[in-house]
Nanobody, 115 residues
Framework: QVQLVESGGGLVQPGGSLRLSCAAS????????MGWYRQAPGKERELVAV???????NYAESVKGRFTISRDNAKETVYLQMSSLKSEDTAVYYC?????????WGQGTQVTVSS
């Protein structure tokens, strides 16, 4: 059974930082493109950051320079370091693993940026 379990969300003040983790089981993430998505209330789910098998990373324009995705294949874990957080970063953040015809999602972790 494949599981992606996110953690690290919470309430943070504007300008603050959080680090999200996504622990995978049932798959070997070294053959998957790993990504973070988010969904704010009333909005569609959007891509935040992705890290390919080869190590290439890509980011949404809105988070470039503030968020960093990284992966530790040995620990089967993907991270999202978020800095200089803004109120518009408030959303449920989801971990995603994808390759060819396989795609898996985590259950999400809430990030709220508010003073």
């Amino acid at each position: 059974q494949v599981q992606l379990v996110e953690s690290g969300g919470g309430l943070v003040q504007p300008g603050g930082s959080l680090r999200l983790s996504c622990a995978a089981s049932g798959i070997r993430i070294n053959v998957f493109t790993m990504g973070w998505y988010r969904q704010a209330p009333g909005k569609e789910r959007e891509l935040v950051a992705v890290a390919t098998v080869g190590g290439t990373t890509n980011y949404a324009e809105s988070v470039k320079g503030r968020f960093t995705i990284s992966r530790d294949n040995a620990k089967e874990t993907v991270y999202l370091q978020m800095s200089s957080l803004k109120s518009e970063d408030t959303a449920v953040y989801y971990c995603n693993a994808g390759q060819l015809s396989e795609m898996y999602w985590g259950q999400g972790t809430q990030v709220t940026v508010s003073s």
